[in-house]
């Protein structure tokens, strides 16, 4: 039986920790692909067109979103950014596992488009004290940015039913929350769900 990719869906609020996290899981998985994203902004000095980004019009971006070609998307500066569906399966049909760290509401999207494929992983702080005192940390913000940050946040913990995993990610434990999402990955293929070929006409062929 050939196994098919999961796209493992990563988010969490700001001071969660997801992209470093992320980066240490891509440091000691490195056979799990990330896709380049699709954008509508012009290419950059030095940027190449399907390894930086999927450079493409806005007009097509629109056209991709419509056909529910597009798993994921938001605007930034005037211009479309998202992750193209037919990248998404192009990894996962090769057999490889992809990564998306992406905010919840994009997470949302992609549950909604490809179902079962998808699990969805959400990166938390050990509690709200915690994840009050990571966003001060960075002392960049004013009392009103940090206040906006704080109430998305509980916004965004309020959807973790619509997640597979809650993983906390303890300060300082970078590479112990890397494993235990790794632990998760690897138990994602043994679900009924991506096992049920193997058991459906088990001895038929006997």
Not at 81 to 107: M, N, P, Q, W
Not at 109 to 125: E, H, S, T
Not at 192 to 198: A, F, G, L, P, Q
């Amino acid at each position: 039986m050939k196994r098919e990719g999961i796209i493992f869906v990563i988010s969490g609020p700001s001071g969660s920790g997801k992209g470093t996290v992320c980066e240490e899981l891509r440091r000691i998985n490195p056979d799990t692909a990330i896709s380049v994203s699709a954008t509508t902004r012009s290419p950059r000095e030095g940027e190449v067109d399907g390894v930086s980004y999927h450079f493409i019009t806005r007009e097509r971006f629109e056209e991709l979103i419509e056909k529910g070609e597009v798993l994921e998307y938001t605007q930034y500066n005037g211009n479309y950014y998202g992750t193209l569906r037919s990248e998404a399966e192009k990894i996962i049909s090769d057999g490889r596992d992809l990564i998306l760290e992406i905010e919840v509401d994009g997470g949302g999207q992609v549950k909604r488009l490809m179902g079962d494929r998808v699990c969805g992983i959400m990166l938390i702080a050990p509690d709200a004290a915690e994840q009050e005192k990571r966003l001060r940390g960075r002392g960049t913000e004013s009392e009103d940015v940090i206040a906006g940050r704080l109430a998305r946040a509980k916004a965004e913990i309020l959807e973790a039913p619509n997640y597979d995993y809650i993983v906390i990610n303890e300060t300082g434990k970078t590479a112990e929350c890397a494993a235990d999402i790794m632990a998760i990955m690897r138990s994602a293929h043994y679900a009924y769900s991506r096992m049920k070929e193997v058991t459906d006409g088990y001895f038929d062929n006997k």
